[in-house]
């Protein structure tokens, strides 16, 4: 199958900048995805991009999309101690079906 | 969005019971999906519950193990059958949301899940 890649751990420092990569090989994605999962819970959709945007902002969020490296980002800035969480991406493959990545566990330092 | 209600929302189980999980959905939905999350894995998809004809399933995955029911646009079922320690899982339900225009958001919102542990 299609196969999508994070790193697996990013450590930062409170008020610093996170930003967690990701990238996929199918370049027939419609619509890319970050959730957020705490520990014990489920999926929260966090904000997804069309593929024929390259940026997307939110708030403490930026999505960057480069569709011809097939590469990903997210970026929160000013980033506290209640992202802590781990960070799936995944990609649309055949119809609306997602494909996800590991998660990149995100952990945030006073 | 969506609003996704699951149940139970975690249990633990006997090998060779099986059990049956429910999704309830606050809106109306087209597209619902299953999908299973093993421990420190990422989520796999097991199958689309269609309204009013069998479930597609993804490869690797039955439907004598896991038969779904989808009744109706805001509700379905996931049962996992004769259990094994193997199953232990998390088991979420996912919606894809639809435009009041016609067609869909692109938005997948899923529940909080049910955690089974099988014994």
């Known amino acids: 199958g299609e196969d999508v890649e994070q790193s697996l751990f990013l450590s930062v420092r409170e008020g610093d900048s996170s930003v967690i990569n990701c990238t996929y090989t199918?370049?027939?994605?419609?619509?890319l995805y970050w959730y957020k999962q705490e520990p014990g819970a489920g999926l929260q959709l966090l904000t997804y991009?069309?593929?024929?945007?390259d940026m997307k902002q939110d708030q403490r969020l930026t999505v960057l999309l480069n569709k011809k490296d097939k590469h990903l980002s997210l970026r929160i800035a000013d980033t506290q101690t209640g992202d802590s969480a781990i960070y799936f991406c995944?990609?649309?493959?055949?119809?609306?079906?997602?494909?996800f990545g590991k998660g990149t566990s995100l952990l945030v330092t006073p | 969005s969506a609003v996704i209600s699951q149940k139970p929302s975690r249990d633990i189980c006997q090998r060779g019971t099986s059990l049956t999980i429910q999704c309830q959905v606050d809106?109306?939905?087209?597209?619902m999906f299953w999908y299973r999350q093993q421990p420190g894995q990422s989520l796999t998809l097991i199958a689309t519950a269609n309204q009013g004809s069998e479930a597609t399933y993804e490869s690797g995955f039955v439907i004598d193990k896991f038969p779904i029911s989808r009744p109706n646009l805001t509700f379905s079922t996931l049962t996992v059958s004769n259990m094994s320690p193997e199953d232990s899982s998390i088991y979420l339900c996912s919606v894809l949301t639809s435009r009041t225009s016609g067609g869909y958001t692109g938005e997948l919102f899923f529940g909080e899940g049910s955690r089974l542990t099988v014994l």
């Open positions: 809106s109306q939905v087209t597209m």
């Open positions: 991009i069309f593929s024929n945007m």
């Open positions: 995944a990609e649309n493959h055949s119809g609306y079906a997602l494909n």
């Open positions: 199918d370049s027939s994605s419609t619509y």
